[in-house]
């Protein structure tokens, strides 16, 4: 049987000091780390079949602190998992959330809202939403942490190798702007894939896209598997998760330098799409090719059919030379 | 009969000798002093261009003023964004309908000198008011300005156009048309490149920031100035020449009539449509550029506006090049033909491949663009007479401005829903388009003209020589008769 898992782990609250939007690889005393094992969950909106065929149910996070409210003095912070205090700071503004709405299909389409993945029946979409949440430092980003995990070997018998990948591709009619695609595969096992782009508000639209960065694949720590034995993951794989050599996690960041930071907005939206088997490839769509072959072709048509219409026009005219000549020689 | 003797002065010694005329043709004074001041020569022909060239310097110089000050604008009249896209609104829009008026006004009313005096002076009214407006920090009145420039700036434009086809039909007239247009990219980049060393030359004399502004954009008025200075100069220049050449006692006084436009030849109507459908696929991809470079390509910012702004830098060198050499083949349907279809391959480019380098392609459009331009606007004079060109300017600009403002949303719109993809292939539909019109037309040339428009440029000196053989001949024999 095929199991995999797909696993935000990490909140990261990073101060962005050289606008490099970056991940600080040293321990500073401005990085938060929030553990999504340390969230609390309700269903903001139960699972539903929408009009459009999908499932859907969103889920948002909330701290224990949350109905108590107390004012928290900034403290000093550390790296070390947060405790509830902390994070309770970061859902201090009024309509804060961090919300994941999970869709699923029964049959091949797309989704409605930009970035429109494309649904498989194997596949599950997610929407990673960061509504107005709090930080004490003005050149605050966020980032999160996500790790594939998959323990099915391969026909050999050998871990598969995971790897991500990009997919060029000319036709960006689905996602107006973006041409690639970002596959993180575990070879001819799962995948997660998304286009490498978030939005910066609720309206979506090229102006206010903005660029998805990862850091390459690393094994998991023990930190992180602490935090996958709190989930999941632990009665699915069981007993050690650090022996699961079938398992990478990387860093995923929202921005790019000179954009103000997380606060410019307050919000930030991503979409990543996680399923069985070999990830859907975008193809050039049907629209585009009728509008090609209407917009070109039938100007090409009629061109072809003028110089065709010249051509044979000149061809039937008598020749100049070769012809009778009107007069009779004199000296026969 | 020897009727060079004749026709040669008495007091040859004298300059100019005013000859007495013995027949039609001979109208013309006989000039006998330095080449520059003779009209018949290129020289004097070389002199006339330079003031045209700078004749519409002004308005290209001070249309972009909004662009290069653009930041400090906002900040210092507090603007919004839509208050200072305004800015061009005021000047397009009404355009759409004014630089036609303004063609038929040159043609019916003012005629080419007073019109293009006219038309200078509103250009430099408007700015005046444009920098008094910012130098008191009222917006409306910024807007009225806009307005006023509006008006002198499209229709200089026209004017242009009509002085250049006047003096250089069946001269060179292609290179003189992509040297005009060179002029336009070269005013645009100067006015980049200046007026923010002019407004910071101004730092700390003012108390009010817009005041500084205002200052700035008096400066800017200048060009303006000198605009109506080549406007005065053109008029006395292009008097005197008609009036040596004896050209306006031999014309017959016509004017166009409102009539006249509705019987436009066939032709005429297709080069506009040539036109629209042309720039509405350069220009509007150009405006969105910048973020299709970033997106696509993943270029920063900076190099995004290098490379989008590409085609107007080889545009300014190449367009008289080009022009010089439509002017030694002629053939000016063919050359309008292979502008579009060199265009489209920058669209097909820039669409459906990732490996070709942007900047070749960007500089391939500008010289695309080069060869079009020079081409196709010479195009109308070969289709009407002098007095009905004004007129026709006017309109093909109209219909230009009319495209231009429209497709601007439009491109928008489809970039926004539907991606770059489709926007490009949007573009090179427009562009089959043209290329439709440019075949309809070759052939209304053939059947309708003979081939008049689409001549190559030997065959037209021989009919020049022939038709001047012909009236020579024909003077010769009314001599003596």
């Given at each position: 049987?095929?199991?995999?898992?797909?696993?935000?782990?990490?909140?990261?609250?990073?101060?962005?000091?050289?606008?490099?939007?970056?991940?600080?690889?040293?321990?500073?005393?401005?990085?938060?780390?929030?553990?999504?094992?340390?969230?609390?969950?309700?269903?903001?909106?139960?699972?539903?079949?929408?009009?459009?065929?999908?499932?859907?149910?969103?889920?948002?996070?909330?701290?224990?602190?949350?109905?108590?409210?107390?004012?928290?003095?900034?403290?000093?912070?550390?790296?070390?998992?947060?405790?509830?205090?902390?994070?309770?700071?970061?859902?201090?503004?009024?309509?804060?959330?961090?919300?994941?709405?999970?869709?699923?299909?029964?049959?091949?389409?797309?989704?409605?809202?930009?970035?429109?993945?494309?649904?498989?029946?194997?596949?599950?979409?997610?929407?990673?939403?960061?509504?107005?949440?709090?930080?004490?430092?003005?050149?605050?980003?966020?980032?999160?942490?996500?790790?594939?995990?998959?323990?099915?070997?391969?026909?050999?018998?050998?871990?598969?190798?995971?790897?991500?990948?990009?997919?060029?591709?000319?036709?960006?009619?689905?996602?107006?702007?973006?041409?690639?695609?970002?596959?993180?595969?575990?070879?001819?096992?799962?995948?997660?894939?998304?286009?490498?782009?978030?939005?910066?508000?609720?309206?979506?639209?090229?102006?206010?896209?903005?660029?998805?960065?990862?850091?390459?694949?690393?094994?998991?720590?023990?930190?992180?598997?602490?935090?996958?034995?709190?989930?999941?993951?632990?009665?699915?794989?069981?007993?050690?998760?650090?022996?699961?050599?079938?398992?990478?996690?990387?860093?995923?960041?929202?921005?790019?330098?000179?954009?103000?930071?997380?606060?410019?907005?307050?919000?930030?939206?991503?979409?990543?799409?996680?399923?069985?088997?070999?990830?859907?490839?975008?193809?050039?769509?049907?629209?585009?090719?009728?509008?090609?072959?209407?917009?070109?072709?039938?100007?090409?048509?009629?061109?072809?059919?003028?110089?065709?219409?010249?051509?044979?026009?000149?061809?039937?005219?008598?020749?100049?030379?070769?012809?009778?000549?009107?007069?009779?020689?004199?000296?026969? | 009969?020897?009727?060079?003797?004749?026709?040669?002065?008495?007091?040859?010694?004298?300059?100019p000798?005013l000859?007495?005329p013995?027949?039609d043709h001979?109208n013309e004074v006989?000039y006998?002093?330095?080449?520059?001041c003779n009209p018949r020569s290129?020289?004097h022909r070389?002199l006339a261009?330079?003031f045209m060239?700078?004749?519409?310097?002004?308005?290209?110089?001070?249309?972009?003023?909004?662009?290069?000050?653009?930041?400090?604008?906002?900040?210092?009249?507090?603007?919004?964004?839509?208050?200072?896209?305004?800015?061009?609104?005021?000047?397009?829009?009404?355009?759409?309908?004014?630089?036609?008026?303004?063609?038929?006004?040159i043609?019916?009313?003012f005629g080419i000198r007073l019109g293009a005096?006219?038309?200078?002076?509103?250009?430099?009214?408007?700015?005046?008011?444009?920098?008094?407006?910012?130098?008191?920090?009222?917006?409306?009145?910024?807007?009225?300005?806009?307005?006023?420039?509006?008006?002198?700036?499209?229709?200089?434009?026209?004017?242009?156009?009509t002085y250049?086809t006047s003096w250089f039909r069946?001269?060179?007239?292609?290179?003189?048309?992509?040297?005009?247009?060179?002029?336009?990219?070269?005013?645009?980049?100067?006015?980049?490149?200046?007026?923010?060393?002019?407004?910071?030359?101004?730092?700390?004399?003012?108390?009010?920031?817009?005041?500084?502004?205002?200052?700035?954009?008096?400066?800017?008025?200048?060009?303006?100035?000198?605009?109506?200075?080549?406007?005065?100069i053109l008029a006395y220049i292009d008097r005197r020449a008609k009036r040596l050449l004896g050209a306006d006692a031999g014309s017959t006084g016509e004017?166009?009539?409102?009539?006249?436009?509705?019987?436009?030849?066939?032709?005429?109507?297709?080069?506009?449509?040539?036109?629209?459908?042309?720039?509405?696929?350069?220009?509007?991809?150009?405006?969105?550029?910048?973020?299709?470079?970033?997106?696509?390509?993943?270029?920063?910012?900076?190099?995004?506006?290098?490379?989008?702004?590409?085609?107007?830098?080889?545009?300014?060198?190449?367009?008289?090049?080009?022009?010089?050499?439509?002017?030694?083949?002629?053939?000016?349907?063919?050359?309008?033909?292979?502008?579009?279809?060199?265009?489209?391959?920058?669209?097909?480019?820039?669409?459906?491949?990732?490996?070709?380098?942007?900047?070749?392609?960007?500089?391939?459009?500008?010289?695309?663009?080069?060869?079009?331009?020079?081409?196709?606007?010479?195009?109308?004079?070969?289709?009407?007479?002098n007095h009905?060109l004004?007129?026709?300017?006017?309109?093909?600009?109209?219909?230009?401005?009319?495209?231009?403002?429209?497709?601007?949303?439009?491109?928008?719109?489809?970039?926004?829903?539907?991606?770059?993809?489709?926007?490009?292939?949007?573009?090179?539909?427009?562009?089959?388009?043209?290329?439709?019109?440019?075949?309809?037309?070759?052939?209304?040339?053939?059947?309708?003209?003979?081939?008049?428009?689409?001549?190559?440029?030997?065959?037209?000196?021989?009919?020049?020589?022939?038709?001047?053989?012909?009236?020579?001949?024909?003077?010769?024999?009314?001599?003596?008769?």
């Amino acid at each position: 049987m095929s199991k995999f898992t797909f696993a935000f782990t990490n909140l990261i609250e990073y101060s962005d000091k050289n606008d490099k939007v970056e991940i600080p690889t040293n321990p500073v005393n401005t990085t938060h780390v929030y553990p999504f094992s340390s969230f609390l969950w309700r269903l903001e909106q139960a699972p539903e079949i929408l009009s459009n065929g999908l499932t859907q149910f969103v889920l948002s996070a909330y701290s224990m602190m949350e109905t108590m409210a107390p004012e928290v003095d900034p403290a000093t912070y550390s790296v070390d998992n947060a405790g509830d205090e902390q994070l309770a700071e970061i859902f201090k503004k009024n309509g804060s959330s961090l919300k994941l709405k999970v869709q699923l299909s029964p049959t091949v389409g797309r989704a409605d809202d930009l970035p429109q993945l494309q649904f498989t029946s194997n596949n599950t979409q997610v929407e990673f939403q960061l509504k107005d949440l709090f930080s004490s430092v003005p050149d605050a980003r966020f980032g999160v942490e996500t790790v594939l995990l998959d323990g099915t070997p391969d026909a050999d018998g050998m871990q598969r190798e995971q790897k991500i990948e990009y997919v060029l591709n000319i036709d960006d009619e689905f996602t107006p702007g973006v041409f690639r695609m970002s596959n993180w595969l575990s070879p001819d096992s799962c995948y997660a894939q998304w286009k490498p782009v978030c939005y910066k508000a609720e309206k979506r639209t090229i102006s206010n896209s903005t660029v998805v960065k990862h850091t390459d694949l690393v094994q998991l720590s023990v930190g992180l598997t602490e935090a996958l034995n709190n989930s999941f993951a632990y009665p699915l794989y069981g007993g050690d998760l650090l022996q699961l050599t079938g398992a990478r996690a990387i860093n995923v960041t929202f921005g790019i330098p000179k954009d103000k930071f997380y606060a410019a907005t307050n919000y930030t939206v991503w979409t990543v799409s996680v399923g069985l088997g070999q990830p859907p490839a975008d193809a050039v769509s049907t629209l585009v090719i009728i509008v090609i072959l209407c917009g070109l072709g039938l100007p090409f048509l009629l061109m072809s059919a003028a110089v065709i219409y010249l051509c044979v026009r000149r061809c039937r005219q008598p020749a100049p030379d070769g012809a009778v000549s009107a007069y009779q020689p004199i000296n026969a | 009969m020897d009727s060079a003797e004749e026709t040669s002065p008495l007091l040859s010694n004298q300059s100019p000798a005013l000859n007495a005329p013995t027949g039609d043709h001979n109208n013309e004074v006989e000039y006998q002093g330095c080449a520059a001041c003779n009209p018949r020569s290129a020289l004097h022909r070389y002199l006339a261009l330079s003031f045209m060239c700078f004749l519409s310097f002004g308005s290209y110089f001070c249309y972009d003023n909004p662009s290069a000050l653009q930041d400090v604008m906002t900040e210092d009249l507090s603007l919004t964004t839509a208050q200072y896209s305004s800015f061009y609104a005021w000047y397009s829009w009404p355009n759409v309908v004014l630089s036609m008026i303004g063609g038929y006004l040159i043609d019916r009313l003012f005629g080419i000198r007073l019109g293009a005096i006219i038309f200078s002076s509103f250009c430099l009214v408007g700015q005046l008011l444009f920098a008094f407006g910012a130098f008191i920090n009222k917006v409306w009145l910024m807007d009225a300005a806009r307005f006023l420039f509006g008006i002198g700036g499209e229709s200089l434009a026209v004017a242009q156009n009509t002085y250049a086809t006047s003096w250089f039909r069946g001269h060179e007239l292609n290179m003189v048309f992509g040297i005009q247009l060179s002029m336009s990219r070269i005013g645009s980049t100067v006015n980049m490149n200046v007026m923010q060393p002019i407004y910071h030359s101004l730092d700390g004399r003012f108390s009010q920031p817009w005041q500084q502004l205002g200052a700035a954009l008096f400066l800017a008025a200048f060009s303006c100035i000198l605009s109506l200075g080549c406007a005065f100069i053109l008029a006395y220049i292009d008097r005197r020449a008609k009036r040596l050449l004896g050209a306006d006692a031999g014309s017959t006084g016509e004017k166009i009539q409102l009539s006249d436009i509705i019987r436009f030849p066939a032709a005429v109507w297709l080069l506009c449509g040539i036109c629209v459908a042309y720039y509405v696929s350069v220009f509007p991809f150009i405006s969105l550029g910048q973020v299709f470079f970033e997106r696509k390509f993943n270029f920063n910012p900076n190099e995004a506006d290098a490379v989008n702004s590409l085609p107007y830098i080889v545009s300014a060198i190449s367009s008289p090049v080009c022009g010089f050499l439509i002017d030694r083949t002629g053939r000016n349907i063919m050359w309008v033909m292979l502008g579009s279809l060199m265009t489209m391959g920058c669209h097909a480019c820039l669409a459906f491949t990732f490996n070709l380098s942007p900047y070749g392609i960007m500089i391939w459009l500008g010289v695309s663009y080069s060869i079009l331009a020079a081409s196709l606007w010479p195009l109308v004079s070969y289709c009407l007479p002098n007095h009905m060109l004004g007129t026709a300017y006017g309109i093909m600009q109209s219909i230009q401005n009319l495209g231009l403002a429209v497709i601007n949303q439009v491109s928008g719109l489809i970039v926004d829903s539907k991606g770059y993809l489709i926007l490009e292939v949007f573009f090179l539909a427009w562009l089959c388009l043209a290329l439709i019109f440019c075949a309809v037309l070759y052939l209304w040339d053939i059947s309708k003209l003979g081939g008049e428009l689409n001549k190559s440029a030997s065959s037209r000196r021989k009919d020049a020589e022939l038709a001047k053989q012909a009236t020579e001949a024909a003077a010769k024999a009314a001599d003596e008769a």
